[in-house]
């Protein structure tokens, strides 16, 4: 599936709601962001939190395959939602 900035935007902010119900996994994203309870309201207004949270999904393949499955999609799509937003060679890869 492709996805635009905004679907793709729109899947990170499921992922957010669903962190807030997963306290282990919303545990494990603020430590690698580097956040404190305090900083989440401030750190989600912010236009690059879609990014940092498809990041953290697609880190760990448990993770990505536990959300997906959770979120109705592919572990792939995922990705593909995070290249919407960063672009192609965003993660570490150049586009063919």
């Not at 729109?10 to 580097?34: C, E, H, N, S, V």
């Not at 499955?69 to 063919?96: C, F, K």
């Amino acid at each position: 599936m492709a996805y635009s900035a905004q679907q793709a935007a729109d899947l990170a902010t499921q992922t957010l709601i669903l962190l807030a119900d997963r306290p282990q996994d919303l545990a494990q994203f603020m430590d690698a962001a580097g956040l404190q309870p305090n900083d989440i309201r401030s750190f989600a207004s912010r236009p690059d939190i879609a990014l940092f949270l498809l990041d953290f999904l697609v880190e760990d393949d448990d993770r990505l395959c536990g959300f997906a499955d959770i979120l109705g999609v592919r572990p792939g799509d995922i990705m593909t939602a995070r290249t919407a937003l960063s672009g192609p060679g965003g993660y570490g890869w150049d586009a063919e």
